[in-house]
């Protein structure tokens, strides 16, 4: 078997190639994480905002949350994970309840 060197310089350019590549790859799995983590981030506010509206039902506070509720999670569901989580915990502050991980 034969051993390849990225010494010689008309392979120096493949090698270089070739980690870039590979960094590439590891940085683009990066943010299939991160958007996996919102879209969980999105379901445990979504399930925190349906007990809020659960026990304060017939409230105008409900009515409202309900409302942007809706909207985050259209706004989750169209891959807009930033703009849903936003509007999660503008609508369980309306209840005065903190976010559960609200990042």
């Known amino acids: 078997m034969s051993h390849v060197s990225c010494r ?3 392979l120096r350019i493949a ?3 070739a980690l870039a ?3 590439a790859l590891l940085a683009g799995s ?3 994480a991160a958007e996996q983590t919102r879209s969980d981030r999105c379901t445990i506010l979504q399930d925190q905002l ?3 509206i659960k026990t304060h039902s017939g409230s105008n506070r409900s009515a409202k949350a309900t409302t ?3 909207k985050a999670r259209k706004l989750c569901a169209e891959g807009k ?5 936003r509007a999660y915990v503008k609508a369980l502050q309306l209840f005065g309840v903190q976010p559960i991980d609200p990042k």
């Open 21 to 23: 590549g590979a960094f």
């Open 8 to 10: 010689s310089p008309s």
């Open 30 to 32: 990066g943010d299939v």
């Open 50 to 52: 349906a007990e809020q």
């Open 81 to 85: 994970q930033a703009q849903g989580l």
């Open 15 to 17: 090698c270089l190639a």
């Open 68 to 70: 942007i509720g809706t």
